[in-house]
């Protein structure tokens, strides 16, 4: 039987070897970087975010009125498809107010005009609330005119539901556009009326 003062000093040479204990712990390191290494790997490769779907928006057809001098004149213009009533109507704002596309039409309203907002009442009356800089667009009689109709006959003509249209100016009711047409009723006098 040995005795614990040889016990001790076996344990003291083995431990007294440096290089041992150096190759232990060099070998501890390595095996715990090389570990996290694959854990990482792993765990990006798990959670790896999918590619985002790319999802094609079909375009539909409508026909736009703009002015054109003393009359309005139609342009066909593509606009995202949409089944509901609201968002084509709001689409189809959208269009009029990035002004027209070909040559020898005049702008519906001011350049940078911002929809603010666009709903159909149960009655058919189309809201299109706009901010203020419609109206720095200089209008007489006739251009506010054929303005507000190049709305109501576009939206009549794409949404059968729309009866009337209604200007708002950042969301407040106003007395008229342009000081020339009552805005407190809605319009829904058409084109061909006149």
């Not at 603010?116 to 901010?131: C, H, L, M, N, S």
């Not at 059968?160 to 200007?167: C, G, L, R, T």
Request: net charge negative; hydrophobic share 45%.
């Amino acid at each position: 039987m040995t005795e614990p003062a040889d016990v001790r000093s076996h344990i003291k040479k083995s431990l007294g070897q440096p290089t041992v204990l150096l190759a232990l712990i060099a070998a501890l390191i390595v095996a715990t970087v090389v570990a996290g290494w694959y854990w990482g790997r792993y765990v990006r490769s798990s959670h790896r975010a999918a590619p985002p779907v790319v999802q094609e928006v079909k375009m539909a057809q409508v026909v736009l009125y703009f002015p054109a001098g003393d009359h309005l004149e139609t342009e066909t213009r593509e606009v995202p498809e949409t089944v509901e009533t609201v968002s084509l109507g709001g689409n189809i704002v959208q269009a009029l107010l990035a002004g027209p596309g070909e040559e020898g039409l005049d702008r519906v309203m001011s350049e940078g005009t911002e929809l603010r907002a666009f709903f159909i009442d149960a009655d058919g009356v189309a809201y299109i609330d706009v901010d203020r800089k419609a109206l720095a667009i200089p209008c007489d009689a006739l251009s506010a005119y054929l303005s507000m109709q190049s709305f109501f006959q576009s939206l009549k003509r794409n949404v059968p539901e729309v009866k009337a249209v209604k200007f708002l100016i950042d969301a407040r009711e106003v007395d008229s556009l342009w000081g020339h047409f009552d805005a407190t009723a809605p319009w829904s006098l058409t084109y061909e009326e006149r």
